[in-house]
């Protein structure tokens, strides 16, 4: 048998978010029509203005760490490995959880910071982790056991 409670907050559920898909409709039907206005006003100064070419603008990538979910990684990383692991190794795996490109060199400078600092917290703070040293002026990682 069904629980009404259950059953109840289930229906609210769902009218929440046709309510908010509602909304974010008529939010982009909108935006679809500031934009074609823009564009009409363009045409008006630069006839031949190629709006292909423009594209959207680019978004930055917002990069939040959620209840230590880089930690995680990391920590799993190294507890699978039967070798120390280079710092970008370690950078690596952490992008690859996150779906992060990592092709971008903006964003892997980015994420080996934040990496090596996740990384000194667990082996200055917490004992858990220690550096070695590695290839060049990388360090390699290893859990203490």
């Known amino acids: 048998m069904a629980e009404t409670h259950v059953v109840s907050a289930l229906k609210e559920k769902r009218i929440k978010l046709a309510t908010e898909i509602e909304g974010l409709q008529s939010q982009l039907r909108q ?13 008006l100064f ?9 594209g959207p603008r680019k978004v930055p ?20 490995a039967t070798a120390p692991v280079s710092t970008a190794k370690v950078c690596e795996a952490v992008m690859r959880a996150r779906g992060l490109d990592t092709d971008d060199k903006g964003l ?12 000194k917290h667990w082996s200055k703070k917490r004992g858990l982790v220690r550096s070695l040293p590695g290839v060049g002026q990388q360090l390699a990682w290893e859990l203490v056991r």
């Open 31 to 43: 935006r679809v029509i500031d934009l074609d206005h823009c564009e009409a006003t363009l045409r």
């Open 46 to 54: 630069d006839p031949d203005a190629d709006f292909a070419a423009l």
């Open 61 to 80: 990538q917002v990069l939040t760490d959620i209840h230590g979910d880089t930690g995680r990684v990391i920590l799993d990383t190294l507890r699978t």
């Open 108 to 119: 892997c400078r980015l994420m080996m910071k934040r990496t090596v600092a996740n990384l």
